[in-house]
């Protein structure tokens, strides 16, 4: 047996309130905001460098000549001391395997 009062039965069958503002107090905008550039930066850069290390090499397009030469110094402190990577076309990175004869 289940026993609901009459201001409990009201608020269940009522349609819920809508907030005077977009958002919910103290998260304001937080549910239409995308995932965070640098997020996701980390990520490609980090598929980047496992990608560089598994196959040898690899060129990736950047969207600008900025993005690439900040990318490229990011991967020259990341990558391991047998890799390297440079700008080349202005705005893509070539990652390589160093070999010292």
């Known amino acids: 047996m289940v026993f609901q009062s009459a201001f409990v039965k009201q608020l269940l069958e009522s349609e819920p309130s809508k907030p005077s503002k977009l ?3 103290g998260f304001e905008g937080v549910i239409d905001k995308e ?3 640098k997020d996701e930066e980390a990520i490609v850069l980090d598929q980047i460098i496992q990608k560089t290390v598994a ?3 690899i060129l990736y397009q950047c969207e600008s000549s900025d993005q690439a030469d ?3 110094a990011i991967l020259k402190q990341k990558l391991p001391d047998d890799r390297d ?3 080349i076309r ?3 990175l070539n990652t390589f395997t160093l070999h010292i004869s």
């Open 70 to 72: 900040s990318w490229c």
């Open 90 to 92: 202005n705005c893509e």
């Open 35 to 37: 995932i965070p550039k």
């Open 23 to 25: 958002g919910f107090e």
């Open 55 to 57: 196959e040898g090499s």
């Open 85 to 87: 990577v440079c700008v």
